[in-house]
């Protein structure tokens, strides 16, 4: 059974940065694609970021040049850096494989991005 721990969440301010990790267990991680993922209040859950297991990077359009995904396989960790933050960036995210089937979902971490 997979499992992903999501982490660094927070109140930040519009501008600001936020760094989140995802920590994934039973699963071969090093040979699987990864993204990071975010659901705002009465939307539904998008990808924003992913990587594949040669480190090629793939962004939304909303995010591109102002969020960065990494890998660190050792650790079986994927990271989102978060800069230049925006109020509209304000949801729960979620790290999960980028599909189409995707592993059971983990609790996500909340970041609200207000002044």
């Known amino acids: 059974q997979v499992q992903l721990v999501e982490s660094g969440g927070g109140l930040v301010q519009p501008g600001g940065s936020l760094s989140l990790s995802c920590v994934a267990s039973?699963?071969?991680?090093?040979?699987?694609?990864m993204g990071w993922y975010r659901q705002a209040p009465g939307k539904q859950r998008e990808l924003v970021a992913s990587i594949t297991t040669g480190d090629y990077t793939n962004y939304a359009d909303s995010v591109k040049g102002r969020f960065t995904i990494s890998r660190d396989n050792a650790k079986n960790t994927v990271y989102l850096r978060m800069n230049s933050l925006e109020p509209e960036d304000t949801a729960v995210y979620y790290c999960n494989n980028p599909g189409p089937t995707t592993w059971p979902w983990g609790q996500g971490t909340h970041v609200t991005v207000s002044s």
């Open positions: 039973g699963t071969f991680f090093a040979i699987r694609a």
